[in-house]
């Protein structure tokens, strides 16, 4: 693998460890611990105030995993740089451009340093990303463990999406990364904070909004841990064959549809959901939280 793209791979979550099974909520690991209320306080808060008009009430915080939540990024093979060949291509901020072979697919290539990647976007990425730029009702909120050697590039791919992605307001109005700066609670950054257990963990008392207006989306249950009744949980994608069927993106948009009607608070929501669309269960550690099935 070129130096570049493994120290790339380091930071996708997907790239390491053991594989897990296309189609199923991946179970808790015992291993993960809670961080204490001293390490919460001290960190600050991972996003600045919410700002809205006056009397308007607040949006529904979406706060979206990426990698294996929303799209799967690898290491592009030789093979799939040679199927490339003649697709359109576009520039991306950072010295990055883009390739779009397939309209699932798309080949992000990095600066030399870094080199390329192969970016499968989930089925149905378009319609959550179509649902998010409502700001009226929903505050679209990426947070991920990578860093910003190819996230702001993936970004402004998904923004590319959808019927109104050149008139619309973007989905993501917020980026919270493991580098991220940090935020007091009158709003003022005090910088970049790398505590060892926001690596593992997306406490949402970090997020600054009321926790009733959260929904915090992930492939990874551990990462919800201190959460769980305002937890969607969703199967890990690899954008393989098999999950050239996946419909789970297209049920959340199905969700984000029914919660812009709906008045209930965060947990109570999801709570009310039809088993079709998603259901309560056991995701280790005697944790329970929503799950897309």
């Known amino acids: 693998m070129h130096g570049g793209v493994r120290a790339a791979a380091q930071q996708l979550p997907g790239l390491r460890g053991q594989a897990r099974a296309a189609g199923k909520i ?5 291993k993960y611990a809670l961080p204490s209320q001293q390490e919460l306080d001290e960190v600050g808060y991972v996003l600045p105030p919410p700002r809205r008009a006056a009397g ?3 949006a529904m915080s979406v706060v979206l995993d990426l990698h294996e939540t929303l799209v799967r990024l690898e290491p592009l ?8 060949k003649g697709a359109p291509a576009g520039c991306l901020a950072g010295g990055w451009s883009i390739e779009a072979p397939e309209s699932s697919r798309r080949i992000l290539s990095g600066p030399p340093e870094v080199g390329s990647f192969l970016l499968h976007l989930r089925p149905g990425v378009d319609a959550v990303v179509e649902a998010l730029r409502d700001h009226a009702t929903y505050e679209g909120v990426l947070w991920t463990v990578g860093g910003l050697l190819y996230v702001n590039s ?3 791919a998904l923004e590319a999406l959808g019927p109104t992605a050149k008139c619309g307001a973007p989905a993501f109005q917020h980026v919270v990364m493991s580098d991220s700066p ?7 950054a005090c910088g970049p904070s790398d505590w060892p257990f926001l690596h593992d963990c997306k406490p949402a008392a970090l997020l600054h909004r009321d926790p009733a207006r959260v929904v915090q989306v992930d492939d990874r249950p551990e990462y919800l841990r201190l959460s769980p009744d305002t937890a969607l949980v969703v199967p890990p994608f690899y954008g393989t064959e098999a999950d050239r069927d996946d419909d789970v993106l297209r049920r959340l948009a199905e969700i984000l549809a029914r919660m812009a009607e709906s008045d209930l608070p965060a947990a109570a929501f999801l709570k009310s959901l039809p088993p079709t669309l998603a259901k309560k269960q056991e995701v280790g550690n005697g944790l329970t939280m929503s799950c897309i099935v």
């Open 182 to 188: 940090r935020f007091d609670a009158a709003g003022a």
């Open 77 to 84: 093979s030789d093979g799939d740089r040679a199927r490339s």
């Open 154 to 156: 993936i970004i402004e």
């Open 56 to 58: 308007a009430a607040p």
């Open 26 to 30: 991946a179970k808790m690991r015992p």
